[in-house]
């Protein structure tokens, strides 16, 4: 058996077109969506994230502004200007691209922008509403992977869904949405003990831990679906993902290729959002 392998530049470039088409009847009323995201410091992966979401902003048709803070720049000087943005009725998302230089709180900073411009859905409160199963904003990476469940038909109802990485942005998230669409859930960690038994239950395996190729055939159900966030960098300069692809792909029923797959979902959901940030006015 080979799985079927979910294109996520496919995918993405469908749904970007409905984006492009929504927004333009937007800016027919009056209302340009408008995204300002913020990049402090000169983290090379993060140079490329934000040129890439600035650049996807604008063929959408949508207003974009990056703004390129040096290392140095003081908590109390992003929490001044991220108010400004909060207060910029051109601006309908802002995004803090993560992770920050040391010297400053993430976590004080995600809490100073307005929940309802909140586009990456980390605020506590946004946090909290998908917790509850109102969600304003979805994650964009957690939003992506459930589209590309969605564009196989996968029934999620009564499926046996296992994450395995239970970060905030990711794992814990993507937890919340497999749940209220009406699977059931195993979250994993590091300090799960035999996570073979986990994996080996999943119809839906969903996998974020940042340890390249981790989830080997051995570990995946015959059938299940594969969802796989990771991005790592090899030595030789490759992108692989946290699942052995070549492997895996043997046993699961579909599967999400790296690069090629979340990666280009996640940008899109982030425009999706700003979209309808912008739609909500
Ligand atoms: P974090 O480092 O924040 O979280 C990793 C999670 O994986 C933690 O919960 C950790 O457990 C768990 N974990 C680590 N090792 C193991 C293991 N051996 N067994 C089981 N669980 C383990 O990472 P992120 O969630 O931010 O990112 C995960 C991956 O996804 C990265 O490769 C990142 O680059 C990628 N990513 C991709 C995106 C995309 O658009 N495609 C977007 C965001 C991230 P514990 O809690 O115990 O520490």
Known sequence: MSAQIIDGNALAKKIRLEIASRTSTLVGKGIKPGLAV?????DPASQVYVRNKVKACEEAGMHSLLERLPTDLSEAAL???IHELNLDPSIHGILVQLPLPKHLNSHLVIESIAPEKDVDGFHVANAGALMIGAPLFRPCTPY???KMLESIDYPIKGARAVIVGASNIVGKPMAMLLLQAGATITICNS??????????EADIL????????MITAEMVKPGAVVI??????LDDGKLCGDVDFESVKTVASAITPVPGGVGPMTITMLLLNTLE???RL
């Open 191 to 200: 300090k799960t003990k035999d996570l073979t038994a986990h994996t080996k």
């Open 79 to 81: 929490l001044k200007r």
């Open 38 to 42: 913020l990049l402090v410091g000169e």
């Open 277 to 279: 940030a912008a739609e």
């Open 144 to 146: 992506g992977c459930m």
């Open 228 to 233: 796989d966030v990771g991005i790592n960098r």
């Open 206 to 213: 969903v996998v974020a831990t940042g340890r390249p190729k």
